[in-house]
């Protein structure tokens, strides 16, 4: 019988678990660099999201290489990241009100938004395209893989749409999560 168990990450913004694979390094980040969003990348890596430095972080899956990738603006608060359909890893800048993508080599571009409203989270979409949020316009937005971007108001002044995992749930070998709600929220009538 096989007990061997085989955890898998999957894109969160979990703190914790960003300290505990922090913990596991054998070479050190930057002092107090946040680490906040991780994603596989297409490369296997681990890729992530330094705000405080504001840097871009890959570190290989046995722990044993970890490279950082400054950004043109250190104080751009990288947020969100997430792997493009395009092979390279897309990410916000929540200060420079920007998108950015990054080779699996490490190469950066950015793309300015139009309307610049601190973008956060980000995703692939079905579409072939990433979408992300901004917390500051109460909008999304799209960035094709080519770079153009659109951005669109949603209808309610104020939303701050924040990012969060796609389905609430958090996945650990074959098991799986979903929060619970507080007895305060099944009361009826809510």
């Known amino acids: 019988m096989n ?8 894109p969160l913004e979990d703190r914790t678990l ?14 107090n660099s946040n680490p906040k969003s991780i994603v596989v990348g297409p ?13 871009i972080g890959r570190l290989s899956t046995d722990g044993t290489a970890l490279t950082e990738f400054a950004l043109p603006d250190p104080s751009s608060s990288p947020q969100g990241i997430a792997a493009g ?8 800048e929540t200060n420079a ?16 938004l139009p309307r610049g409203q601190g ?21 999304i937005g799209r960035v094709t893989t080519a770079g153009a971007v659109t951005e669109f108001s949603l209808s309610t002044p104020g939303s701050a ?8 749930t958090a996945t650990c ?9 507080s007895a305060a929220s099944r009361r009826p009538g809510r």
């Open 3 to 10: 007990t061997s168990r085989r955890l898998t990450l999957e």
């Open 18 to 31: 960003l300290a505990a694979v922090g913990s596991y390094l054998p070479a050190a980040l930057t002092p």
């Open 43 to 55: 490369d296997g890596n681990y890729w992530f999201t330094e705000p405080s430095a504001g840097k």
């Open 85 to 92: 359909p395009d092979g390279n890893l897309w990410f916000t």
């Open 97 to 112: 009100n920007k998108v950015g993508r990054i080779t699996t080599a490490g190469s950066i571009t950015e793309f300015a």
């Open 119 to 139: 973008p956060q989270g980000i995703t692939a979409g079905p579409d072939g395209n990433l979408w992300f949020t901004e917390s500051a316009s109460g909008g």
């Open 161 to 168: 749409p924040t990012p969060s995992p796609p389905d609430r």
């Open 173 to 181: 070998g074959s098991r799986r999560t979903t929060p619970t709600r």
